[in-house]
């Protein structure tokens, strides 16, 4: 009767079942395989749609420049691209990274929004070229109330003026425009107005005790309430029976020479 061989005993020299442990089957499907595969790739999902940054800093800076000028187009790429690099790395940038990338932003939109206010960038300007001017809209000057002086109309547009209750008497405001003035009940009392447009004026109540109005053109003007006495009035040219709604009776001078009113320089 042969010998039989001996059973492996269980010691150092024995190599374990690599079956022995295994747990349940996984299927390739499962929810546990989908969310390592979703832990093993980070950031998977929000990579499908990095193609919409660009164009949404895009979109930004073109709506802000039609807004805001040169100053929203930098501001609307500052924000779109700090936007963009957070939104990109915030699976691999730091904490630290994250917050110079959010405070360089912020002091460059302040930076920009500082200089816009005070013209700072107009000094940037090289000493050999000249900056473009842009031409500003003139504001429509408002002496509402005021006593006037030959400095305060210094370089100045008269045209719509508002002068309700003024006091310009004794000025020299011949041949200047005051088209479409607001000078309700002003003091216009000696004021030399030989030549002046005063088309579509408010002057209801307004004093012209010895003005000067040669040849001035007060054609539309409300003239109702006006005081006119001793005041020219001679060739001036008005709306018909518009000087008999003014109170006064306005002197013609004998000395001024009648015919033309071209307005001279």
């Known amino acids: 009767m042969g010998a039989t061989a001996p059973e492996p005993v269980a010691g150092a020299g024995a190599r374990p079942d690599p079956t022995a442990f295994a747990g349940p089957a996984v299927s390739a499907d499962s929810p546990e395989v ?8 980070p950031g998977r999902r929000s990579q499908q749609f990095l193609w919409l940054w660009p164009v949404a800093v895009l979109l930004l800076m073109v709506v802000s420049g039609g807004w805001w000028g040169s100053l929203g187009t930098f501001v609307a790429a500052v924000v779109g691209t700090c936007a ?4 990109v790395g915030q ?13 360089l932003s912020v002091l460059l939109v ?12 107009d000094t940037l300007a090289p000493a050999g070229r000249a900056r473009p001017s842009v031409a500003k809209p003139s504001k429509t000057l408002d002496l509402r109330g005021k006593r006037v002086t030959p400095r305060d109309l210094n370089g100045r547009s008269l045209h719509g003026a508002l002068l309700a209750g ?21 003091s216009l009392r000696g004021t ?5 447009n005063l088309q579509n004026a408010d002057l209801r109540g307004v004093d012209f005790h010895g003005a000067y109005l040669y040849c001035a053109d007060l054609r539309g003007a409300k003239l109702s309430g006006a005081e006119l006495g001793e005041a020219d009035v001679s060739n001036v040219r008005t709306d018909r ?11 013609v001078a004998a000395t001024r020479a009648s015919g033309t009113c071209e307005r001279s320089g």
Do not use: W
């Not at 989908?34 to 790739?41: D, F, H, K, L, N």
């Not at 963009?84 to 939104?87: A, P």
């Not at 940038?93 to 405070?103: D, M």
């Not at 030399?192 to 002046?196: E, K, N, S, Y």
């Open 91 to 103: 699976e691999v940038l730091q904490p630290s990274h994250r917050l110079a990338v959010t405070t």
């Open 241 to 251: 029976n518009a000087l008999r709604t003014a109170f006064g009776r306005p002197k």
């Open 192 to 196: 030399i107005l030989d030549r002046a």
């Open 110 to 121: 302040a930076g920009a929004l500082l200089a816009h206010q005070y013209n700072l960038l």
């Open 84 to 87: 963009s690099v957070l939104f």
């Open 34 to 41: 989908i969310g390592r595969r979703a832990a093993a790739v």
């Open 166 to 186: 003024a006091v310009l008497d004794g000025l020299d405001l011949h041949n200047m425009d005051l088209s479409a003035v607001q000078a309700r009940g002003a």
